[in-house]
């Protein structure tokens, strides 16, 4: 049965738009639920890879240190980050991903409070590729900040943001890039239906449609003082990206650090 076929037999008529999206996109293999388990690519070895190429002192910031991961998913950043010699916990918001680090961080033998809800003080706390997700930023940020010691640091990094190629998400399915920019909504959640089998009709809850300047204005609104800040752009156009009507366009990465003043 031919991508099309199928569409039409699950959403019946397609509209130009759903046709033309199809064209760009892989063929179905059914759809699964809004929780997809981790697979073959996730290992505890590789888990800090990313973070440690962001910030190349991670390993003496976390050693001995309590550590809030935030945004941990399924908790192999904060397996990980336990490894290293941090006193960890883990926050998120969805229980299967809770679940699922509470198995790992048994399976490896390790004392690491997961949970749903913040709690206690932290020296550092990290936050990888969830801001993006946050359904209220400024909250999460303000959540951050209480919970940080004087001095604190929050390691952040996130994308691509909303205008980024593939700020949508949607590269399970596509990869054609801006497709939140050439298709309307209702399109995409369509064809997306196809390939998730959650119910969702819109980009909400799952993105909050971070784009660079919002989160510009989020930190400058924050009581964080940015310590640093770096964006990396897409195909590697970082000169393109000095043209203000392209940066939003272009930058598919994040990477900043977040310092609470030691004196309030």
Not at 16 to 30: D, I
Not at 134 to 142: F, G, N, R, T
Request: include cysteine; charge should be positive.
């Amino acid at each position: 049965m031919s991508k099309y076929t199928n569409a039409r037999s699950v959403l019946g008529p397609l509209s130009l738009r759903e046709r033309l999206l199809l064209v760009f996109s892989v063929e179905p293999a059914g759809a699964s639920g809004s929780y997809v388990e981790p697979g073959t690519d996730w290992d505890v070895e590789g888990a800090l890879d990313e973070l440690r190429r962001t910030f190349p002192d991670l390993d003496g910031l976390v050693a001995g240190k309590r550590v809030l991961d935030y945004g941990c998913g399924d908790g192999y950043q904060s397996v990980a980050l336990r490894l290293a010699g941090a006193e960890v916990m883990g926050v998120d918001i969805e229980r299967k991903r809770i679940r699922h680090a509470r198995e790992l961080a048994g399976k490896h033998g390790l004392d690491i409070e997961f949970a749903t809800v913040t709690r206690g003080d932290f020296d550092v706390a990290v936050s990888q590729n969830a801001f993006e997700h946050m359904p209220d930023p400024e909250a999460s940020l303000a959540e951050i900040f209480e919970i940080l010691k004087p001095g604190g640091k929050l390691l952040l990094c996130f994308g691509p943001p909303w205008y980024a190629p593939y700020g949508s998400h949607m590269y399970f399915f596509t990869r054609l890039p801006w497709v939140n920019l050439l298709f309307p909504e209702r399109v995409v959640m369509r064809i997306r239906s196809l390939y998730r089998a959650d119910g969702l009709q819109s980009y909400a809850p799952e993105l909050n449609r971070m784009s660079i300047r919002r989160f510009e204005q989020v930190v400058r609104r924050s009581p964080f003082e940015l310590s640093w800040r770096r964006y990396r752009c897409s195909w590697g156009l970082h000169w393109l990206a000095r043209v203000p009507i392209l940066r939003e366009l272009l930058i598919n990465r994040v990477e900043a650090v977040l310092q609470k003043p030691w004196l309030l």
